[in-house]
C-alpha cells in the first residue's frame, strides 16, 4: 500500500511512529504496544533509523515484520547520514524485497566529528532522487513548523524543503510542535510557496517533563506558557503529568483534524496508553 493513495482519499490518514529497542525484552514490550495499538486500525506505522550500524538492521527488519507478520502498513525511515550510496542501495534493496512500498528520506543528524563516507549524501533531496532513479517507493519526508534548527533562516528551509518535494517526495510529516498556531502558519507558507503535497502534523503526547525538555533541546520546539505553566503544577507525579500531556494533545488533534490536517502522525515512543486514549477520544468525536 502506498502511503500517498491513502491521502488521496481525502479521510485523515492516522499513523504511529515506533522505534528499534536496543534489548530483546524491549522487542517483547514493543510487540506488545503494537498489538495494543492495532485495533484502532491505524493507516501505516514508520520505524526510525538509528545511528549505528545494528540498529539500522533492526529498521529494515521491524518493518518488514511488522508488515508481514502483524499485517499493518510499515514505512521505513531512512537516513544520508554515515551511509554510502551503495550502503543505501542495499537497505533499499531488502525494503523493497521485503514488500515494502513506503520510505521516509531524510537527512539525519550529523554526530559531532562527522567524517561522511566516500560518496555519501547530505541532504533528504539527494537521497529522494537516488531513490527516484531506481526504485518505486512511495516517499515521504520531513519538516519543521519552527523552522529546522540548523537551517539559515525560515525562507532558506522553505526553498529547500521545496527541493525535496520536486525531488520526489509525496507527503511531509511534521517535527512535533506543541502550538498549533505554529502549524497553521507553516502550512500557509508552504503552500505560498508552491508546495501542495500533503503535510501532516507530528504529534507527541507529553508523558514526563524530563522526557519533553530533553526533546524539546533537541528539535527546537517551543512549550506555549500556558502548557509550561500546567506542567510546573504537575512536574513530580507522573500520573498528573501524562493526565495533561494527553489532554493538551487531544486538544491539538482535534483542532488539527477540524481545520483540515490530512491526519496525524503519532510519535508514540513506544508506548500505547496516550496515543490510544487522544486517538479513541478523536474518533468519537
Ligand atoms: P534535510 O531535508 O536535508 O534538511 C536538513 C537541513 O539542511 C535544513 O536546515 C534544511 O534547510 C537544509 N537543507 C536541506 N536541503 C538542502 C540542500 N540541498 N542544500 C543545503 N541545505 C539544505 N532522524 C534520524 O536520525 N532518524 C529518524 O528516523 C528520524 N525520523 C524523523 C522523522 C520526522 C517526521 C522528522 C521531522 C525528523 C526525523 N528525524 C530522524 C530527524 C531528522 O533526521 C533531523 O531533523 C535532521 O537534522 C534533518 O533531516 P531532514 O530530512 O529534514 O534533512
Known sequence: MRISERFATGSPVFSFEFFPPKSEAGFDALFATIRDLKPLDP????????????????????????????????????????????DLAATLDTLAEGGIDNVLALGGDRPRDYAPPAGAFTHANELAEFVRSRWGFCLGGACYPETHPLA????????????????????????????????????????AAGIRV???????PIVSVAGIRRMTA????????????????????????????????????????????????????????????????????
Not at 57 to 85: F, N, W, Y
Not at 198 to 204: A, Q
Request: charged letters at 25%; a negative charge; aromatic letters at 6%.
Open 43 to 86: 493507516d501505516f506505522v514508520s520505524v526510525t533509523w538509528g545511528a549505528g550500524g545494528s540498529t539500522r538492521r533492526k529498521t529494515v527488519e521491524l518493518v518488514i515484520e511488522i508488515q508481514r507478520d502483524v499485517g499493518l502498513a510499515a514505512m521505513a525511515h531512512l537516513s544520508c547520514i554515515g551511509s554510502t550510496p551503495g
Open 152 to 191: 539559515e533562516s525560515p525562507e532558506t528551509d522553505l526553498r529547500h524543503l521545496a527541493r525535496k518535494v520536486d525531488a520526489g517526495v509525496e507527503f511531509l510529516i511534521t517535527q512535533l510542535f506543541f502550538d498549533n498556531a505554529d502549524y497553521f502558519a507553516f502550512v500557509a507558507r508552504a503552500r
Open 218 to 285: 533537541m528539535s527546537g520546539a517551543r512549550i506555549p506558557d500556558e502548557l509550561a505553566a500546567s506542567l510546573a503544577e504537575v512536574e513530580h507525579d507522573d500520573e498528573l503529568t501524562r493526565e495533561v500531556g494527553v489532554e493538551w494533545a487531544a486538544l491539538q488533534c482535534r483542532e488539527l483534524v477540524a481545520r483540515g490536517a490530512p491526519g496525524i502522525h503519532f510519535y508514540t515512543l513506544n508506548r500505547s496508553s496516550a496515543t490510544r486514549a487522544i486517538l479513541q477520544g478523536l474518533r468519537q468525536g
Open 198 to 204: 500533503p503535510i501532516v502534523p507530528g504529534i507527541m
